[in-house]
């Protein structure tokens, strides 16, 4: 119930949803790791118009194992976490979110099943680069290089950052489709489906489907929670006869006759007048 990916030539590409250029993005997705990458890894990647370079990438970033959000311009904008910050062989939960400011890469916030990483560097950018051509999943398309090794499963992609409770929601395992304000893209994985919803049919280069999938508790999107109202002249709730018994309990069985209600009534047999 996920699509696992070789490392080598595996992606799935989709005509592009959203553009993010200048604007905000916010990435999640659930991954899990085979190997550590001899070079970067990507989750998720944008491309130009040509598809002959990237425009937005969510990475594994080399041999340590980091997460790192580019995004590409005249000067590239990236923040790379910690050493070791992704673990092998685990379901992990996987949170990018940027406001679109090329020029301070403080506004890029990465989180690991939750938590926030801590960063090991980071380098401002300049001048976006157009990112309004395909994405695609698990690697990229102008040299397929990038390719992820292990099984990527509930992505999805909002264009505005998302709020400290989502993050915390998304990464208990509240499913993307839950949060459906600004969601531009959203692929589970869940069935063997290349289908986004938002973002349409995917195209598979290689991937197989897996029965792994991360544990996800389901969340209606607002526009399906209806409220369930009775109206205000059918709220009787009317019992039925058989069910009218009234029991009480012994120690409350007195019974107390009026004074007016006193009548002492002696049988026949019992009337005899001793004098």
């Not at 926030?116 to 051509?133: C, I, P, R």
């Not at 195209?203 to 792994?212: L, M, Q």
């Not at 069985?253 to 006193?262: G, Q, S, W």
Request: aromatic share 10%; net charge negative; glycine share 8%.
């Amino acid at each position: 119930m996920s699509r696992v990916f070789n490392g080598t030539t595996d992606r799935i590409d989709w005509a592009s949803p959203y553009n993010p250029t200048t604007s905000p993005i916010s990435i999640s997705a659930w991954i899990y790791n085979h190997t550590k990458p001899v070079n970067t890894q990507y989750i998720l990647a944008t491309h130009n118009v040509a598809n002959t370079t990237f425009g937005v990438a969510f990475t594994v970033y080399a041999a340590l194992a980091r997460l790192d959000l580019f995004r590409n311009g005249t000067t590239l904008l990236d923040r790379i976490s910690i050493t070791d910050t992704v673990q092998l062989n685990t379901w992990a939960n996987v949170i990018v979110t940027h406001t679109g400011v090329m020029n301070d890469y403080s506004t890029i916030h990465i989180y690991y099943n939750g938590v926030e990483v801590t960063y090991a560097t980071g380098t401002n950018g300049a001048t976006e680069a157009s990112a309004a051509g395909k994405w695609s999943i698990g690697g990229r398309i102008y040299d397929n290089a990038r390719n992820f090794d292990g099984n990527i499963a509930e992505v999805g992609v909002w264009n505005r950052v998302i709020t400290p409770a989502e993050i915390a929601y998304l990464a208990s395992g509240i499913q993307p489709c839950g949060y459906s304000n600004g969601l531009v893209f959203y692929w589970s994985g869940i069935i063997d489906s290349l289908i986004a919803d938002p973002g349409g049919l995917g195209v598979a280069s290689g991937t197989i489907y897996s029965a792994s999938h991360p544990t996800m508790l389901h969340l209606l999107p607002a526009s399906d929670r209806q409220k369930f109202t009775v109206p205000a002249e059918n709220r009787t709730m009317a019992i039925p006869v058989e069910n009218r018994t009234m029991v009480i309990p012994a120690e409350n069985r007195i019974f107390t006759v009026p004074a007016e209600n006193r009548t002492l009534i002696i049988p026949a047999e019992d009337r005899t007048l001793e004098v």
